[in-house]
C-alpha cells in the first residue's frame, strides 16, 4: 500500500526563475545569457537594467544566484 511513498519535491522561492516564467521563450534566453556572463555584466548592472525595463531583480539575487546557482533551479537550466 506504502510502496510509493515519496515526499514531495521542495520548490525553494526563486525571483530568477518566477521572473523567467512571465519572459516569452527569447527574452528568457536573453536574460539567463546576461546572468551568467561575467564579464559583461556585474551584477549591479545587471540589476540597473532589468530595472529600467520592469523587471526588477535585485542585485543581491543576481548575485548570490551567480555565486551559488542551483543546480535544478529552472533559472540555471
Known sequence: MLEDLVPPARVRPCAIRDTLANLDDADGAILKAALFDFEAWSARALS????????????????ERRAKPCDDCTCRQ
Not at 537594467?49 to 543576481?62: F, H, S, Y
Open 48 to 63: 540597473a537594467a532589468l530595472t529600467a525595463r520592469g523587471l526588477p531583480l535585485g542585485e543581491k539575487i543576481l548575485r
